[in-house]
Each structure stands twice: as C-alpha cells, then as structure tokens.
C-alpha cells in the first residue's frame, strides 16, 4: 500500500514556477514508478509526466517537455515535478500517481493503482 500526499501548488504569473512535491509513505515506494497527472476543469485526467523507481528513465507530454522536469529522491520518499515558464493552459488540478512498472511514452490513469488528492496550479495570464 502507497499513500501519497501532494504539495506546492498555488497561484502563480504566466512565465513564472512552481514545484510541486509528492510524498509517499510506505517503504516499498522506490519500488514504484511515479507518475504526474493533471485535470482542468471539465477536462479528462491528462498525462504530465512519469519516471522509473530509479529515477532514471524518464517521459514527458509534449505540451511539457522542455519546460517540466520530474525527480525523485528515494530516501525522501518524494517525487518532485519542477514547472517552469509556466502558461495559462497549465492551470489545473495536479496529481501524483505510482504504478508497479514503468512505461515510456503516454500513461493513462487508468494504469495506475495509487492517487494522491491532487494540488491546484493557477497561471494568471
């Protein structure tokens, strides 16, 4: 059992960053790949991100990449997503989520076994 606990979020200026932080309790968390997720309002959960339990295979959206960076340090137990120049369509709820096995390319949520509650991100234009 996994539990995850998101933080970071809030309001922030277009171009702006933010880091959000997950944190997982249980010690079998470095055994899991971790994923970030995000939902707009009245939009599907979409895929952000996701690494291996190593830390060292990593897959970004398109709309991301270049501008998100996701880490993690396992002996914090914590999956960081590191946003930078941030934009008005990045608004969102966002979610960190493991699942047992890494997979490249997009994730679907339906793929993943633990959720933590989600933290908002505003970007003011």
């Known amino acids: 059992q996994v539990q995850l606990v998101e933080s970071g979020g809030g309001l922030v200026q277009a171009g702006g960053s933010l880091r959000l932080s997950c944190a997982a309790s249980g010690r079998t968390f470095s055994s899991y790949a971790m994923g970030w997720f995000r939902q707009a309002p009245g939009k599907e959960r979409e895929f952000v991100a996701v690494n291996s339990w190593s830390g060292g295979s990593t897959y970004y959206a398109d709309s991301v990449k270049g501008r998100f960076t996701i880490s993690r340090d396992n002996a914090k137990n914590t999956v960081y997503l590191q946003m930078n120049s941030l934009k008005p369509e990045d608004t969102a709820v966002y979610y960190c989520?493991?699942?047992?096995?890494?997979?490249?390319?997009?994730?679907?949520?339906?793929?993943?076994?633990?959720w933590g509650q989600g933290t908002q991100v505003t970007v003011s234009s």
């Open positions: 989520a493991a699942r047992k096995a890494y997979i490249s390319g997009t994730n679907y949520p339906t793929t993943y076994d633990y």
